[in-house]
């Protein structure tokens, strides 16, 4: 093998092994993204369950204050009735 062939060799070689770092340094910020994006995935799963949770409990609390403000009104409607004439009877509060 005469000196050109040779140095062409080294050449090629060089330029395989950057372009092999370059692809290998390409899937190392691939697998760096992939793994941000489970990490914010997670995240925000979370966030939204803890959402879901408040969402839950204020619906019980509507529902609860609701149902005082039913109960609520059926005993003032009753007091009034032990009243004198001249009560005021409560239809909606």
Same mark, same amino acid.
């Given at each position: 093998?005469?000196?050109?062939?040779? %140095?062409?060799?080294?050449?090629?070689?060089?330029?395989?092994?950057?372009?092999?770092?370059?692809?290998?340094?390409?899937?190392?910020?691939?697998?760096?993204?992939?793994?941000?994006?489970?990490?914010?995935?997670?995240?925000?799963?979370?966030?939204?369950?803890?959402?879901?949770?408040?969402?839950?409990?204020?619906?019980?609390?509507?529902?609860?204050?609701?149902?005082?403000?039913?109960?609520?009104?059926?005993?003032?409607?009753?007091?009034?009735? %032990?009243?004198?004439?001249?009560?005021?009877?409560?239809?909606?509060?």
């Amino acid at each position: 093998m005469d000196w050109l062939t040779g %140095y062409r060799l080294m050449q090629m070689l060089v330029q395989r092994q950057d372009a092999e770092r370059e692809m290998s340094d390409k899937l190392q910020k691939m697998a760096d993204d992939k793994q941000s994006a489970v990490e914010l995935t997670a995240s925000l799963q979370r966030t939204l369950a803890a959402a879901e949770t408040e969402k839950r409990l204020a619906e019980r609390s509507a529902a609860k204050l609701q149902k005082d403000k039913h109960d609520l009104k059926k005993t003032l409607n009753k007091v009034s009735l %032990y009243r004198p004439a001249d009560s005021v009877v409560v239809d909606d509060v």
